[in-house]
């Protein structure tokens, strides 16, 4: 958190950004993905498939309201970027008595 915004970074190699979730939804951030590999190899020897996959989710539990509508992520080089500025409070306004 800094300069009123927070600031989540993770590493997720090996992955595509289509295949990551984020979500900002009653004071928690969410980061879901799943990454699916397979590989086939024939020879006249011998034949070889393998399927690899997995799936992750982690949730981090926020401090102050973000303003939803203004969350930014990137994702580069396997790392991924969000920042999240914190909602505007109202201020106080004061009542003129007539």
Same mark, same amino acid.
């Given at each position: 958190e800094k #300069?009123?915004?927070y600031y989540l970074t993770a590493e997720l190699p090996g992955l595509k950004k289509e295949d990551i979730?984020?979500?900002v939804d009653n004071g928690y951030v969410t980061i879901s993905g799943k990454k699916e590999d397979k590989k086939e190899e024939k020879t006249s #020897?011998?034949?070889i498939k393998e399927t690899r996959h997995g799936s992750?989710?982690?949730s981090f539990r926020l401090d102050r309201k973000v303003a939803e509508d203004k969350v930014d992520a990137t994702y580069k080089?396997?790392?991924l970027t969000v920042v999240m500025p914190h909602e505007e409070e109202a201020e106080t306004k004061k009542i003129e008595i007539h």
């Open positions: #300069d009123g915004k979730s984020i979500t #020897d011998y034949y992750f989710r982690r080089d396997g790392v």
